[in-house]
């Protein structure tokens, strides 16, 4: 690499780590304020350089509010490509898949639900498509096809059923998981059965039942 190509390579570096310093900071104030009352300036401030440097990278508060959720999807992809990179059955890819989703009461886990949550509910309220929000429809096509993926090492190793539409009915069943999930996150200090039944017991009786569906017979 000459010096030119080096002198370019480290301004492209430089100009990313700034960004991923704002979107990590975005998120850290958008956790507390909230999307609507966190303003430009206040990241800025809080990121310690001038508001329109924070413009400059993103033009737009919505493009920022984007790209904090492609951050933190980014961040689950890198588990799920890493339960899916694992030598071991399909079926035992599944059961790792359901204790990821049901470590999401843990706080930085929690954090995420939070934001996520908040952030579809803000997309969907948008009078226009946030700017951006193509890239988050990616983030989520990425993770089906993780999924697909899993399966169809399944339907090779033989640990899953073949005999029912086996792809669809485990994202649909993962992401029922995953919803479920993120809602006893949201609503873990109330509970939600008249017997009381602890959240932990909850998930794990659905985990059992959706991976007795799921594993061959």
């Known amino acids: 690499m000459n010096p030119l190509e080096r002198l370019s390579q480290e301004r492209l570096d430089g100009r990313n780590r ?3 310093s704002i979107i990590e900071t975005a998120e850290k104030l ?4 909230g999307f609507e009352k966190t303003t430009m300036q206040d990241i800025a401030d809080e990121e310690g350089i001038g508001v329109a440097t ?3 990278y993103f033009p737009r508060k919505e493009k920022l509010v984007v790209s904090v959720a492609v951050h933190i999807m980014e961040k689950k992809i890198a588990i799920f ?7 071991i059955p399909c079926i035992e890819k599944l059961d790792q898949m359901f204790d990821f989703f049901m470590s999401l009461n843990l706080s930085e886990f929690q954090n995420h639900t939070r934001l996520l949550d908040a952030f579809e509910s803000y997309a969907a309220l948008s009078e226009q498509p946030l700017e951006g929000i193509e890239n988050y429809f990616a983030a989520i096509n990425r993770t089906s096809k993780i999924f697909e993926a899993i399966i169809e090492q399944g339907k090779l190793d033989g640990s899953i059923r073949t005999d029912i539409e086996i792809t669809e009915a485990f994202i649909s069943i993962t992401y029922a998981f995953a919803s479920f999930s993120r809602k006893l ?3 873990q200090s109330i509970s939600i059965t008249e017997s009381g039944c602890e959240f932990e017991k909850q998930h794990k009786i659905l985990k059992n039942i959706f991976l007795d569906y799921l594993r061959a017979k």
């Open 18 to 20: 700034r960004m991923k």
């Open 30 to 33: 958008f956790l507390v304020k």
């Open 54 to 56: 924070v413009f400059r």
């Open 81 to 87: 490509e890493s339960v899916n990179n694992l030598d």
């Open 185 to 187: 996150t949201i609503f």
